[in-house]
Nanobody, 123 residues
Framework: QVQLVESGGGSVQSGGSLRLSCAAS????????AGWFRQAPGKEREAVAR???????RYADSVKGRFTIFRDYAKNTLSLQMNNLKPEDTAMYYC?????????????????WGQGTQVPVSS
């Protein structure tokens, strides 16, 4: 059974930084496409970043240059370093994992989802 558990969320002021982590059980991040998504109150879920099995990254335009997605192979975790946070980054952030490779940011491509971690950014 695959389980994804996010951590690292919490309140932060505008301009601050946070690092989100996603620990997996029953799943190997090094062998499949994985990514981060977010959903703000009253808005639809949107893709934030994805990491392919080849190590290629892709980001939403709104976070380019501020967020970095990466894997820790030894710990089998997927992380999202978020710098220069803005109030509009406020959302529930979800870790997601696909079966197999690819490079999609389409949520339907992702099979497994964590429960989410809240990130409120105050101005």
């Amino acid at each position: 059974q695959v389980q994804l558990v996010e951590s690292g969320g919490g309140s932060v002021q505008s301009g601050g930084s946070l690092r989100l982590s996603c620990a997996a059980s029953g799943y190997d991040f090094s062998t499949s496409l994985a990514g981060w998504f977010r959903q703000a109150p009253g808005k639809e879920r949107e893709a934030v970043a994805r990491l392919s099995t080849e190590g290629n990254t892709r980001y939403a335009d709104s976070v380019k240059g501020r967020f970095t997605i990466f894997r820790d192979y030894a710990k089998n975790t997927l992380s999202l370093q978020m710098n220069n946070l803005k109030p509009e980054d406020t959302a529930m952030y979800y870790c997601a994992a696909a079966i197999g490779g690819g490079d999609s940011l389409d949520a339907s491509r992702y099979r497994y989802w964590g429960q989410g971690t809240q990130v409120p950014v105050s101005s």
